[in-house]
């Protein structure tokens, strides 16, 4: 089984409704992150928890919030999508860094494609 | 937010040596310098982390000058399946504790 995982992979849906992607994890890790993925922007960071009771913005967090329900699910909620949300939309967790910075190693799930017509 | 330059994209051929180079400004003083690796329609996989000098393993070699204002992902001998998107990842000191800005990342094509 893969250690980060994210549903749904695909979804389509329409202007103004509200889209929920979830991910868990089995890595035990208290840091975890939400990151999308244009064409030609590379990963651009939305939110990022670094334990249950801790919740950060990211480069991009307008119009989009998230939820920590549990050391190994965090989720992403577009309130009321637009099309310019329609991107790949990746999860991440990691452990603390080598000197107890930010960038230990993440480990991604497999994205979720999302469209917004 | 901190900037993070890396050429748009490489072309190498099997078996050479292809260095890509990552600028990164601001980067804070604890913080790593980590590599990763992108197929399309994937998540990206962590390559290599280092601090300072040279760190080396099996499947590349990462060298920081003293400044710590860049870094150079080298892969040895590079084949078809290296053909990805290689991004530098960096933390950014000037939002506190931190904003994780990967570079745009490096398109790097293998061709036979």
């Known amino acids: 089984d893969a250690d980060v995982t994210q549903t749904p992979r695909n979804r389509i849906t329409k202007t103004g409704k509200r889209i929920m992607l979830e991910c868990s994890q089995t890595k035990g890790h208290d840091r975890m992150y939400w990151y999308r993925q244009d064409p030609g922007l590379g990963l651009r960071l939305i939110y990022y928890?670094?334990?249950?009771?801790?919740?950060n913005k990211g480069e991009i967090s307008d119009g989009y919030s998230v939820s920590r329900q549990a050391q190994a699910k965090f989720s992403l909620s577009l309130e009321s999508a637009i099309p310019n949300q329609t991107a790949l939309y990746f999860c991440?967790?990691?452990?603390?860094?080598?000197?107890?910075?930010?960038?230990?190693?993440?480990?991604f799930g497999p994205g979720t494609r999302l469209t917004v017509l | 937010l901190a900037k993070t330059t890396q050429p748009i994209s490489m072309d190498s051929y099997e078996g050479q040596e292809v260095n890509i180079t990552c600028s990164h400004n601001?980067?804070?003083?604890?913080?790593?310098i980590t590599w990763y690796q992108q197929f399309p329609s994937q998540g990206p996989r962590f390559i290599i982390q280092?601090?300072?000098t040279k760190v080396t393993n099996e499947v590349a070699s990462l060298f920081i000058p003293a400044d710590r204002k860049s870094s150079t992902l080298s892969l040895p001998r590079v084949s078809l399946s290296d053909t990805a998107v290689y991004y530098c990842l960096v933390a950014d000191s000037n939002s506190g504790y931190s904003t994780l800005t990967f570079g745009k990342g490096t398109m790097l094509l293998v061709s036979p």
């Open positions: 601001n980067i804070a003083t604890n913080d790593y």
């Open positions: 991440a967790t990691s452990d603390l860094g080598p000197s107890g910075g930010v960038t230990g190693e993440q480990f």
């Open positions: 928890s670094f334990d249950v009771k801790d919740i």
């Open positions: 280092g601090y300072k």
